[in-house]
């Protein structure tokens, strides 16, 4: 592992809800989510930008906050950190 890299240590997959919610956001997108991550490595806010509907944007911010990190290490000491990322996802029908 490289020194000042944040690596995620529990992702968990994305849940979408009701066939008609997925509906109004069927489609593929690109959403950038900015985390502020705790010394410890938990999520301690999220907000997605650019997200195709309130409804995704809502859930992406509620299931990001159980993302878990490494600890991001400065000097020895444990630091918060705030990370910019882009996560793909893809909205689909239920057949």
């Not at 994305?14 to 997925?22: A, E, I, K, T, W």
């Not at 911010?61 to 990322?85: C, H, M």
């Amino acid at each position: 592992m490289r020194k000042n890299t944040i690596h995620p240590i529990s992702l968990h997959r994305l849940q979408y809800g009701s066939d008609s919610y997925r509906q109004k956001a069927e489609g593929a997108y690109a959403i950038k989510l900015v985390l502020e991550i705790a010394k410890n490595g938990t999520v301690r806010t999220v907000v997605a930008e650019s997200a195709p509907t309130p409804e995704v944007k809502s859930r992406i911010e509620q299931q990001a906050r159980d993302w878990i990190f490494e600890p991001y290490w400065k000097d020895g000491v444990g630091v918060n950190v705030k990370l910019s990322t882009i996560v793909h996802l893809n909205v689909i029908r239920s057949r």
